[in-house]
């Protein structure tokens, strides 16, 4: 008798092992969606084992009863469409989904295509390439959609993001002439480098202040040593009626910085490349140290890799990532509609100044905006309880992982984010498209706002590489959100961002806390700019233990002495800023609201909080990787 119930306490000890551990879906690349899903029989898709999951929630099989860990062995998967999870494949506390990568494996999750076909060296003269290019440059069949060439606007050489070629050499950028808001016009220096023609396709991307346009170049009217440019709807009209932040006319410290880009003439050295969209090739001036004949080529083809999306009644719940890598996500609003920023990488739908200043928020207002929000690699809204762990968000066009709306009590630790053109992080609603963006944020439901999230541990870095006046981390309007122990280099403009609406009036932001972050060598473009910024009333939020240090001087910045280490902006009130450390006690407090509380910030603060500060002994091995 004592040896029966023995056995059976026994079986039901690894019966109840099994159902706490979850079971196992299984896929690799050498796989087959035909497979059963187990590990010697795994799916090759992952979107196989997201169906084969939601079947048994759906059916509540007895496999569900300890969660559902979906497991991707090594290799890259290549996605023809975003994976999407949605409220059917939501999990629950007892019984989460874990979707993470197999012991000792480094999956990859691309929106990537590798180029088929062969590289050739151009040995012929090609007409419209510059002199120094001839006899140097590689072609390669464009890659088609349909019977159309696919347009992308980045490529990767060994995982090395090549440059598209540009009119001014390396990092230098000309000066515009002047700017005429009336005819939508701009006047600038013919190129030096490049006989110059206009050809379409052809784009001008401009620095100004805190933000940068992309503007789709109509026509090109060359008159001596200048050339007077008009452009394409509907970029033209926003970016010269919009006040804030418009072209620099300076005699002081000179104008706005800009370049040309996307023609074959521009192609003048090693690294960059052209689509010729017309002749349906590629072309590339290879780097000394690479093979093309060996060399991995990726194009993006994907804007987003994951979206994550549940109704406000029907969140999606206890999904987790772990241990996996997402890359190659492209970005082509820009060459469909050109890119006007407000600031943040938030682009411009209308803006204008108002000819009878003030708004019932606002008496002294004297401009409107409605903005749009650029895509993520991952997207996350109406979400509880998610995390991301462990995973690397890298060669991506736009914003890596964005947390965007109803979105609450969900982690994002251990990441690290390299190699992103525009914000790594992004988190809340900055404005919705019908919402004027100066207005304070007040929603009757509040289940819409982003709350109870925490930010930790992550190390960011060379994002922003694209749109320099995108973020590390940027907040919205958020509430009880922690951002905590972040480190943050390389960076074209600000590191944390946290507000949004220029407004002291009181709204949903509230309760935040940037804590124990290590914010260093930022602003490499950009000026108006801080390690940590904010906007608007957020009542009860801290800003402390903070490290700041080395900070860039920006080669274009408009007022070259206009960069802090910590910046409360307009409407920024009720905020605790203290001992947060920085070389100096460079910051500014511009248009501040009320009960504002600044305490020993600046090199006297303890060498403790500055050592503390970054990454936790558990996540160094971030830096190093």
């Not at 050498?30 to 090759?44: H, L, Q, V």
């Not at 040309?260 to 000394?288: H, I, V």
């Not at 736009?398 to 984010?417: C, K, M, P, W």
């Not at 541990?457 to 320099?468: A, G, K, P, R």
Request: neutral net charge; aromatic residues 10%; hydrophobic residues 35%.
């Amino acid at each position: 008798m004592e040896i029966k119930r023995f056995a059976l306490i026994f079986f039901s000890l690894i019966l109840l092992s099994q159902m706490v551990d979850g079971a196992e879906i299984w896929v690799s690349p050498k796989g087959s969606d035909t497979n059963s899903g187990n590990i010697d029989s795994p799916f090759a898709s992952v979107g196989a084992t997201l169906r084969k999951a939601r079947e048994w929630r759906r059916l509540q099989t007895e496999q569900v009863a300890g969660g559902i860990d979906i497991i991707l062995q090594d290799g890259i998967y290549t996605l023809n469409e975003p994976l999407f999870i949605r409220p059917e494949d939501a999990g629950t506390a007892s019984s989460p989904t874990r979707i993470k990568a197999a012991r000792d494996a480094h999956p990859i999750i691309s929106g990537g295509i590798r180029l088929p076909g062969t590289w050739k060296k151009i040995k012929k003269e090609v007409t419209g390439l510059p002199q120094i290019a001839q006899g140097k440059i590689w072609e390669i069949d464009a890659p088609l959609a349909g019977d159309q060439v696919l347009d992308f606007r980045q490529l990767w050489i060994n995982n090395h993001k090549a440059v598209r070629a540009k009119s001014t050499i390396n990092n230098k950028m000309d000066r515009i002439l002047s700017w005429d808001h009336q005819t939508q016009t701009c006047w600038i220096p013919k190129p030096t480098s490049a006989k110059f023609s206009w050809q379409p396709g052809m784009e001008f991307f401009i620095h100004q202040w805190w933000a940068i346009a992309i503007l789709r170049v109509k026509e090109a009217h060359v008159q001596g040593d200048s050339i007077r440019l008009s452009f394409l709807q509907p970029e033209s009209k926003i970016q010269s009626e919009h006040p804030w932040p418009a072209p620099w006319i300076s005699k002081e410290t000179g104008n706005s910085a800009f370049y040309m880009s996307n023609a074959l003439q521009f192609l003048d050295e090693p690294g960059e490349w052209y689509l010729d969209k017309g002749r349906r090739k590629l072309y590339y001036w290879p780097r000394e140290d690479e093979q093309l004949a060996t060399a991995s080529v990726i194009i993006p083809h994907l804007e987003t890799l994951l979206r994550i999306e549940g109704t406000i009644d029907a969140p999606v719940k206890h999904i987790h990532f772990s241990g996996i890598s997402w890359q190659h996500s492209t970005w082509l609003r820009p060459s469909q509609q050109g890119h006007v920023a407000l600031q943040a990488g938030m682009y411009l739908l209308d803006a204008y100044k108002l000819k009878v200043p003030g708004t019932p928020d606002k008496k002294g207002l004297e401009n409107q905006a409605w903005i749009g929000r650029p895509p993520a690699a991952v997207m996350v809204s109406y979400a509880q309880h998610t995390s991301f762990e462990d995973c690397r968000f890298e060669h991506l066009a736009s914003t890596g992982l964005d947390y965007h709306q109803a979105v609450q009590h969900n982690e994002i630790r251990g990441n690290a984010f390299n190699d992103i053109g525009g914000s790594g992080l992004l988190l809340g609603v900055f404005s919705d498209e019908t919402f004027e963006t100066h207005l304070p944020y007040n929603p009757t439901d509040q289940r819409v706002v982003a709350s109870h999230n925490l930010i930790e541990n992550n190390f960011i870095q060379n994002v922003t590489n694209e749109d320099w006046g995108c973020v590390a981390i940027g907040a919205g309007y958020v509430n009880n959100t922690r951002i905590r122990h972040n480190e943050i280099s390389e960076i074209s403009y600000t590191g944390i961002s946290l507000g949004w609406g220029w407004t002291p009036t009181v709204n949903v932001m509230a309760n935040n806390q940037v804590v124990a972050n290590k914010i260093h060598h930022y602003a490499k473009h950009m000026n108006d700019v801080a390690g940590i910024y904010t906007l608007s009333a957020q009542p009860g939020s801290v800003i402390e233990n903070n490290y700041i240090d080395s900070i860039y001087t920006a080669p274009y910045a408009h007022l070259p002495a206009h960069w802090f280490y910590l910046y409360t902006d307009e409407g920024s009130a009720y905020f605790t800023v203290r001992n947060n450390w920085c070389p100096k006690e460079k910051f500014l407090q511009n248009a501040n609201g009320p009960n504002n509380l600044w305490e020993n910030n600046g090199p006297m603060v303890s060498e403790e909080i500055k050592k503390k500060a970054g990454l936790e002994k558990a996540y160094s091995r971030l830096r190093d990787e």
